[in-house]
T-cell receptor, first 115, second 112 residues
Framework: DADVTQTPRNRITKTGKRIMLECSQTKGHDRMYWYRQDPGLGLRLIYYSFDVKDINKGEISDGYSVSRQAQAKFSLSLESAIPNQTALYFC??????????????FGPGTRLTVL | GDSVTQMEGPVTLSEEAFLTINCTYTATGYPSLFWYVQYPGEGLQLLLKATKADDKGSNKGFEATYRKETTSFHLEKGSVQVSDSAVYFCALISGGYNKLIFGAGTRLAVHP
């Protein structure tokens, strides 16, 4: 079984709809991240969480919100989806040695299309 | 701010050719450097990393050396295979917050 899972894997929605992307992990890591991937831009950080009570904005948090329901679960919400949020979204986890060298483990991604 | 620049793709090679994907970075302090690989339809996975100057990361025949004097971390492989076809991302972490900063990615296509 995959260590980091994301649901749904694909989603098509309409402008103005609320949508939630979910991420679960079985690695026992404290740190979780949400990224979006756009062609030619690499991955950009949306939000990150270092534990259940610690949530922080990344470089492109506008239009998104998150919820850390438990150590293993981290959800990303689009309150009112717009077409330029069409992208591939990845969840990732890492351990917390604090050394700045920790490997991040990525889920398989959610392809979101906003019409 | 911190940033990563990598060569634009796509890179198209024949099987057994030599591969170089260039990566340079800008960062304050002493970042850790990473190469991640994304196979078609999958998430990213760590390929190799180096945490201090002159360190060489290696895995699956790929190598990259942390060059502080040229702020570079170029990825190399002596003989590529069709199965190496993927998108390769150079990335860095600067500071203790474990936030990865990615380059734009380089697509590699290897033909038989």
């Amino acid at each position: 079984d995959a260590d980091v899972t994301q649901t749904p894997r694909n989603r098509i929605t309409k402008t103005g709809k609320r949508i939630m992307l979910e991420c679960s992990q079985t690695k026992g890591h404290d740190r979780m991240y949400w990224y979006r991937q756009d062609p030619g831009l690499g991955l950009r950080l949306i939000y990150y969480s270092f534990d259940v009570k610690d949530i922080n904005k990344g470089e492109i948090s506008d239009g998104y919100s998150v919820s850390r329901q438990a150590q293993a679960k981290f959800s990303l919400s689009l309150e009112s989806a717009i077409p330029n949020q069409t992208a591939l979204y990845f969840c990732a986890t890492s351990d917390s040695t604090g050394l700045g060298t920790d490997t991040q483990y990525f889920g398989p991604g959610t392809r979101l299309t906003v019409l | 701010g911190d940033s990563v620049t990598q060569m634009e793709g796509p890179v198209t090679l024949s099987e057994e050719a030599f591969l170089t994907i260039n990566c340079t970075y800008t960062a304050t302090g002493y970042p850790s450097l990473f190469w991640y690989v994304q196979y078609p339809g999958e998430g990213l996975q760590l390929l190799l990393k180096a945490t201090k100057a002159d360190d060489k990361g290696s895995n699956k025949g790929f190598e990259a050396t942390y060059r502080k004097e040229t702020t570079s971390f170029h990825l190399e492989k002596g003989s590529v295979q069709v199965s190496d076809s993927a998108v390769y991302f150079c990335a860095l972490i600067s500071g203790g917050y474990n936030k990865l900063i990615f380059g734009a990615g380089t697509r590699l296509a290897v033909h038989p």
